[in-house]
């Protein structure tokens, strides 16, 4: 094997793609309207204090708003959300007109039907090449033991095997 030295955008795409991910909805109320965005690049961080993470790119026009909410909800898009996530990637005005949402008593913004529930805060946030990397303090969650979650892989929604 050897590996290619050209980092072009498209080799890392596709490298980066062959990690299978999930897919998040990172969503909050902004002056009582819910914004958000679809986002694979959830990760878990640390127990103790809890802590997620999240990467969104510096062209994102919804997080200079979500930065500055007290909560931020991620839901964990469950199998069938396929439309779902490209409604929440999309540049449609509305994005979370007629989805099945909900908002927290501090305004985390949270899909109904997900795997996986997360009211969370901003923590700390650094700038990283073209993205923001914001690590997110969790303060509530829950999850649906029975929901099969949205796979990503290789730029293509898939479902987990039994
Ligand atoms: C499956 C999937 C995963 C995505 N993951 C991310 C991500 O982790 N970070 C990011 O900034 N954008 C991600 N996007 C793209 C954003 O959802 C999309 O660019 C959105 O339009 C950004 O909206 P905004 O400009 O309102 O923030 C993803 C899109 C899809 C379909």
């Known amino acids: 094997m050897t590996l290619a030295q050209h980092l072009d955008p ?14 998040t909805a990172v ?28 990467c969104i790119a510096t062209t994102s026009g919804s997080w ?37 949402w909900w908002s927290t008593d501090d305004g985390a913004v949270l899909l109904a039907g997900a795997s996986a529930w997360l009211e969370c805060s901003p923590h700390r946030e650094i700038v990283a090449g073209d993205h923001h990397l914001a690590l997110l303090s969790v303060h509530r969650l829950a999850f ?8 990503f892989h290789a730029s293509r929604f898939r479902r987990l095997a039994d």
């Open 64 to 100: 200079p708003l979500l930065r500055c909410v007290p909560r931020i909800g991620i839901s964990v898009l469950a199998s069938g959300h396929e439309d779902m996530c490209r409604r929440l990637a999309s540049r449609t005005a509305d994005r979370f007109a007629g989805l099945p």
């Open 144 to 151: 649906d033991a029975d929901t099969a979650p949205l796979v």
């Open 27 to 54: 969503a909050g109320l902004v002056a009582g309207e819910p914004i958000g965005l679809a986002a694979n690049s959830f990760t878990s961080v640390s127990l103790d204090p809890p802590l997620v993470s999240v």
């Open 10 to 23: 498209t080799t890392l795409r596709q490298v980066f793609g062959a990690f299978p991910t999930g897919v």
